[in-house]
Structure formats: C-alpha cells, structure tokens
C-alpha cells in the first residue's frame, strides 16, 4: 500500500496497493523492494527510495519483518496494533477527503466504499466497526498511525 497524506488539506491519497496474500516474505519483499523504486521525475533514473515498511505484527509477520530486515535491507517495523483500531477509524473518518485511485487499487476502493459501521435489529447505528474484509484498510493505518497518533 502506498499512499500520501496532505496534513494541510487533510487529504489523503492512496495510489498503488500489492496484495501478497499466501506468498513467502522473500516473494512479498520483492514486490515491495520493485514498490519502492522508483525515478523521482521524468526522465531521471529509478533508484530504491529508503522508506519505513510497516508489517503486521502476528507471528508470520514477525517473520517477514526478520526476512525483509535481514535478507532484503527493507527498513521493516512492526505495526502499532493494540487498541489502535477504532482511533485510527475515526481518524480516517475525520478527514475532509480521502482519494483512491479505483483502477490502481481496486482491492483498496472497494473496501473503502463499502465499510460502514454495524447497525442493531432496529436499524440504529451502533459505535462498532465489524471486523473482517478490510486488510487494505488495515494497511492504510498501519502507514499513517504516526500521523494519527499526532492527532
């Protein structure tokens, strides 16, 4: 997932996702190694762009973030998960403009335009959001808890 926060405009702009789901951290780290190079301008040279990769901190992740680290030289951290879900929601929630490219990051787009809060047997909206379906989303506040955290 990369993406690009505006704080000025309180925008934020999601431009290319990769979904790596069953594949090995060494396949994985490829497809964020060819992510993270790239030319600066037109006409200039592609070259690797040193950028902090967050992971998912589950036990599997712990092992990509050891083969990223070690065999690939990815800066690779460990994601801050722990009662982080709902701020960063509402966070998410609190921008004026959230901007998602539905040909580059189609996974991204729909998770986005169909995630809503749950609602009880009445119809009344609830102050849960419904685990499940949203691995890009959850890739977007993984790359933006330290601007959430900022507030």
């Keep these: 997932m990369r ?6 405009a309180r925008r934020l702009i999601i431009f290319e996702e990769h979904s790596a ?9 490829e497809i964020v190694l060819d992510s993270l190079t ?8 592609p070259h690797y762009h040193d950028q902090v990769v967050w992971v998912d901190d589950t036990p599997d992740g712990k092992v990509q973030t050891s083969v990223y680290r070690r065999d690939l030289g990815i800066r690779a951290h460990p994601a801050r998960k722990g009662r982080m879900r709902k701020l960063s929601y509402e966070w998410l929630a609190g921008l004026r403009e ?8 189609p996974l991204t787009y729909e998770e986005f335009v169909t995630k809503e809060y749950e609602r009880n047997r009445d119809g ?15 890739a977007v506040r993984y790359a933006l808890m330290d601007d959430i955290l900022r507030g």
């Design 124 to 138: 009344t909206w609830l102050d849960i959001i419904p685990d499940g379906s949203d691995h890009s989303i959850d």
């Design 38 to 45: 790239y030319a600066d301008g037109p006409g200039e040279e």
């Design 98 to 105: 959230i901007v998602i490219d539905p040909m580059r990051c």
């Design 21 to 29: 789901n069953k594949l090995t951290p060494e396949e994985s780290g």
């Design 3 to 8: 993406c690009e926060w505006q704080p000025g």
